[in-house]
């Protein structure tokens, strides 16, 4: 079963314009991370927060962590035709067992 | 280019079957993890390896096995095949065996059962 439901599910902008992507989670976390999926390809690792931070940046990308509302944004800023992929959040859950736990992603569109 | 390498790329077989996906992880990662990302179900644990043992089991059907060699390469043994097994099976490997460290994925094997 999927511990994240991301928001939205699908997100259409146009080049230059930033994207927010939201997750939330159900059960306690060490860390979160975001991944990015191009068309039926791998999985890249784009950033890891852990619990105890609230933000992280990387490049054009934003995570926030609200553990008390087990909520997570990943925002990107000034978007590219290139950012065009699925974005999931993925949480390790409780038990230090190494298992991701995916949510169903968000489909991000963005148009030159 | 994330450095753990899986193959095949792409795998067509019949119903009833018997597959055998491989996974390398990159160069002094000890942890593997599979998972299966399917339309219906989203991307799902299936298990993890640690130099060599088991440490956890996700939705792992009965018929679906895996192991690691003493080289760390771990191999995803799919049986009695059924339409449903038609996913993207990846492996993603780690340094560490807990959580905290960030997992590496492969390219994917795409399994398409007829």
């Known amino acids: 079963s999927q511990q994240g439901e991301e928001d939205p599910q699908a997100l259409s902008i146009q080049e230059g314009e930033n994207a927010t992507m939201n997750c939330s989670y159900k059960?306690?976390?060490?860390?979160l991370q975001w991944y990015r999926q191009n068309s039926g390809r791998g999985l890249v690792h784009l950033i890891l927060?852990?619990?105890?931070?609230r933000e992280k940046h990387s490049g054009r990308l934003r995570v926030t962590l609200d553990t008390s509302k087990k909520s997570s944004s990943l925002l990107i800023t000034a978007s590219r035709a290139a950012d065009t992929a699925s974005y999931f959040c993925a949480t390790d859950g409780s038990g230090n067992t190494g298992k991701l736990i995916f949510g169903q992603g968000t489909t991000l569109q963005v148009k030159p | 280019d994330s450095g753990v390498t899986q193959t095949p790329k792409h795998l067509i077989t019949a119903t009833g079957q018997r597959v055998t996906l491989r996974c390398s992880p990159r160069s002094g990662d000890l942890s593997v993890y599979w998972y299966q990302q399917s339309l219906d179900q989203g991307l799902q644990f299936l298990i993890h390896y640690y130099n060599g043992e088991e440490r956890a089991k996700g939705n792992i059907l009965e018929r679906f096995s895996a192991q690691q060699f003493p080289d760390l390469h771990s191999e995803l043994n799919l049986s009695s095949l059924e339409l449903g097994d038609s996913a993207l099976y990846f492996c993603?490997?780690?340094?560490?065996?807990?959580?905290?460290?960030?997992?590496?994925f492969g390219p994917g094997t795409r399994l398409t059962v007829l």
């Open positions: 059960t306690s976390i060490n860390n």
């Open positions: 993603a490997s780690s340094v560490r065996a807990g959580g905290g460290d960030t997992q590496y």
């Open positions: 927060i852990r619990s105890n931070e």
